[in-house]
């Protein structure tokens, strides 16, 4: 058994694979995926979990050298949810976002019910 970290056996597998550059969404459960994606869905109810915890989780996991999330969630809790992590994520559109899930390494559902709770993270390397 692990001793520490994410203990989800599909999410701490996939996270395990990604390399510098792979994109990794966090995603609210109401983000449309694409059918072709690799998805680990983490939600079980309205807000379980939620998007800050599967944030915090996941940045503990990997090195993330940007960010990306919707213009429309400007001057939002989910703004700020992510500054208060250090990420200064590049703003797009909603729909320019929603595009670039079909590139995404990974995309992890979370119950999240906030809209725009969505972010999209490419991954650094720590050397």
């Known amino acids: 058994m692990k001793k520490s970290g994410i203990i989800n056996a599909p999410l701490s597998g996939a996270l395990a694979t990604l390399g510098h550059g792979h994109l990794v969404v966090i995603a609210d459960c109401g983000l449309p995926v ?18 800050r915890e ?46 670039l899930l079909p590139t995404a390494r990974l995309i992890i559902r979370t119950g999240e019910a906030t809209p725009y709770a969505n972010v ?8």
């Open 34 to 51: 694409p059918a072709s994606a690799t998805v680990v869905d983490l939600s079980l109810v309205r807000g379980v979990p939620s998007f």
């Open 54 to 99: 599967v944030l915090d989780a996941v940045l503990d996991e990997i090195v993330v050298e940007g960010a990306l999330c919707a213009l429309e969630a400007e001057g939002t809790d989910v703004e700020q949810w992510l500054e208060d992590r250090g990420l200064a994520p590049r703003r797009i559109r909603h729909d320019d976002l929603k595009g």
């Open 120 to 127: 999209i993270l490419q991954c650094g390397v720590d050397f």
